[in-house]
Structure formats: C-alpha cells, structure tokens
C-alpha cells in the first residue's frame, strides 16, 4: 500500500478558486495537494469556454479563460503544490487529528486542514438523444479549440448562454453556423442573442435534432421543423444542452449543504472544524458568485486555515508586495 501523502492544506478542486488558494497556501508557507476529478487544472473554465474572453477579473479589461488558468497556474507554481488530477476525492476520516482522505486509485492525502473549491462540483452534459454514438466522432458537449473547425459546417445545439458564446466564436472560423432550439424563446442573454442574430447566423426555433449521419465521419444532420424535415451539413455538432451537477461524496462529509452549496460563515468555514470552503461552492447571506469573488473568498480562508493550525500564527500575514 502506497504511504499517504502529508500536507498542511488539501484544495479540492482545481477551478480559478483553487488555483490562488494554492498560491495563496504556499505565501503562508502551507505544504498543499490541489485534488480535481478534471484531467486539467482550471475547472469549468478549462472544460466549458478555455477561449471565452471573461471580462469580470480585476486588472483585465478582458481575459481569454485558457490565459487566465495558465498565469493561475503560473503563480500557484512559485511554491511548487502537488497536483492530483483525474482523482476523485471520496471518504473522509479523522486520524490522530489530521483528516484523510481517500482518491481514486487508492491514494490517501492527511492534511491538517481542507479547502473545497468545487465551483458546481462533477458536471456532466446532458445528452443530445440523437447524437448517441456520435461523442467525439464529429459531437462534442464543449469546445475547447476554436480553430479545428476552420472552414466546417458547424451546427449548434442549445439555446443558453454557452450556444450562443459560441455560435460568436466559430462564426467568424467556420465555413457556416447554423445554430437548432427546440423552442423559440431563449435562455441566453438578450444581448448575446442579439449579436448573434446581427452577424447573420442561421436560428432554426421550434426544432429538434432527429439524427446525425455520415460514412467516414459526421456529414450531416436531420433536423425535424413542424412537419418538415430539413437536412443541413455538418463536419461538427456542438450539443449545448447544459448539464447537471453534484458535489459527489463530499455530500457524506456531513457539512450543511443546500443546492450543492456548502454553508460557512465569515471565515469561510463550515460548520466541520478545519474544513472549509470558497468560490461557487461557498454560500452565505448576500454571496454573488464571481471568480473574483472567489478569489477574495480563497485568500480569507487560507488565512484563517494558517491560524487554525498554528494559533500562533498572524491571521493578516502582511501584504505580498513588502515579501522579499
């Protein structure tokens, strides 16, 4: 049996919250593991929009979501933390006053104290039913690289924010956008809809995907309008139906949870000594759910952790600019 791996800190979760509070960890001289179910650091923004300009971070007037996660990365890699991703954090125990916890493959972090930035938590897409067979063969649920479907037809399915995010991203790359909702009232911000109807993108209401067909690859699609059948072509199918979400096993580590969200209180602490909580996953009375918010939240909780595992410690360690 491999030996548990000892650290002060362990963040679940790898999301933009994650990251600084991983950075954040090693200014207060915190040993720290950084666990995420996610192949990749950076969370949603890494699997959902990584080329999505975000333009609510202080000091960037705007932000391309993969530059963001690489200069998180970046900073957080200053006091080198250990990554361990594509794991699942599962049981939580108590052992001579440290917690363990177990992952997938049978790894077992100790840490003092522990810092659940899961933003929504496991996300899954929810299915396009006729592109059953399809994922990866030409469906994808997420678009992580605009420029491999230069000169394609694309065909988007969905009717929220991310169809529509990316109907403006691959409209100026594909050779056609062509975007299907099944009804003709959208979810998406007015004035994403409007951009996206003013470029001339193709909006088929009132429609539903019956079918995807090709040969040697993905060729085209059937779409079903009322009582007429339309077949468009397609190289790529961008099924944005949404997903759901839950906070997996961390459900049973008897926190108070409503709405996949955990419960603190000012110092970002749950209602379970030494665990607590920031980013999207946090809540408390007032709370508006930004990643700048999070990063605010992040720094409060790594500094209240420093003093819960060293009551001699400084709960304000200074400011970062007078370190040398």
Do not use: C
């Amino acid at each position: 049996m491999t030996a548990p791996i000892d650290v002060d800190l362990l963040i679940v979760g790898a999301g933009p919250t994650g990251l600084f509070a991983a950075y954040y960890a090693g200014f207060r001289e915190l040993s720290t593991v950084v666990v995420d179910s996610l192949p990749e650091p950076g969370g949603q923004v890494t699997a959902m929009y990584p080329e999505k300009q975000i333009f609510d971070v202080a000091g960037f007037p705007a932000v391309r979501g993969r530059d963001l996660i690489n200069s998180l990365v970046e900073q957080a890699n200053q006091f080198k933390p250990t990554y361990l991703l594509g794991r699942r954090a599962h049981e939580l125990s108590e052992v001579d006053g440290k917690f363990e916890v177990g992952l997938d493959g049978g790894t077992v972090v100790r840490a003092g104290a522990i810092l659940i930035t899961a933003g929504i938590g496991e996300f899954t897409p929810r299915p396009l039913p006729a592109g059953d067979g399809w994922l990866g063969r030409g469906m994808v649920h997420f678009v992580p690289s605009f420029d491999v479907y230069r000169d394609h037809d694309v065909v988007i399915v969905g009717g929220g924010d991310s169809a529509f995010d990316w109907a403006l991203a691959l409209h100026p790359v594909a050779r056609s956008v062509t975007l299907v909702h099944r009804r003709a009232k959208f979810r998406a911000m007015p004035a994403t809809v409007r951009q996206v109807e003013n470029l001339g993108v193709r909006i088929i209401t009132d429609a539903q995907v019956t079918a995807l067909r090709g040969e040697s690859g993905l060729q085209e699609v059937e779409v079903k309008v009322g009582d007429s059948t339309e077949v468009l072509p397609a190289q790529a199918v961008v099924a944005a139906l949404g997903f759901t979400a839950d906070l997996g096993p961390i459900e049973s580590w008897g926190l108070k949870i409503d709405h996949r969200s955990i419960s603190v209180d000012t110092t970002m602490r749950t209602v379970r000594d030494r665990v607590y909580a920031a980013g999207d996953v946090a809540a408390y009375p007032g709370k508006v759910k930004l990643i700048a918010t999070g990063f605010g939240e992040a720094a409060t909780a790594v500094n209240n952790i420093a003093v819960a595992l060293n009551p001699d410690a400084h709960l304000f360690p200074g400011h970062s600019s007078n370190a040398e």
